[in-house]
């Protein structure tokens, strides 16, 4: 029996997702495979001593900004995601978004990504309602 490669299936769920999702506006689902918070950041450093090397830019003008727009993910409208849900029981990010995570609200599960459905998400969201946001000290 021949087995198709874990990759083409996550190709094929995103693509059913895509479109049966096509007309929603209102909310941004993130899924990382293959993702690395870690050498996302490390990238950008990169990136950004290369552009200092090559005279590009000064070192005092190193900044959040200037770090955010060389992350992988500066691609997306809304790259700091709200509510972070974790699922399977696992108490901890798991090198997910490292950057970007600095001010979302956590939600942790103990159902597996799989399992985790419509009643899981309406009790995040319920989760995330209840919480009062403050970004530096900020009442939101």
Known sequence: MQTRPSYLAV???INEVEEVTKN????????AVGYSGKYDVLQAC???AQRVKD???DVEEIDEILIEQELETNVTEFPYPDLLIRTSG?????NFLLWQLAYTELFFAQELWPDFGRNGFVEA?????QRQRRFSGRKS
């Open 11 to 13: 190709d094929q769920l």
């Open 24 to 31: 929603n506006t209102r909310l941004q689902l993130i899924v």
């Open 46 to 48: 990169r990136g950004i």
């Open 55 to 57: 005279g590009e830019i």
């Open 90 to 94: 696992e108490l901890r990010v798991s």
């Open 125 to 129: 969201l319920l989760s995330f309602q």
